[in-house]
């Protein structure tokens, strides 16, 4: 839980997670590709639940809300 390794990260579809601390995001993939890492993420408090796929690179994607 330390956001320094990425295999919890996925795309926010909807809504918005703020990340601490994280080490291994570019800003592109934060900023323009919607990329969060759920182990160090938690919903922004103005949004209501977020959607994100998960495996944003593993071909294995599965919805989360």
Known sequence: RAGACANCAAIIKEGEIEMDMQQILSDEEV???GVR????G???ATDGV???????GS???ATHR
């Not at 890492?37 to 160090?40: D, F, Q, V």
């Not at 977020?50 to 944003?56: D, E, K, L, Q, S």
């Open 37 to 40: 890492l759920t182990c160090i």
């Open 59 to 61: 071909g294995r994607e």
């Open 31 to 33: 900023d323009d590709k």
């Open 50 to 56: 977020p959607t994100a796929v998960a495996g944003t």
């Open 42 to 44: 938690s919903p922004a």
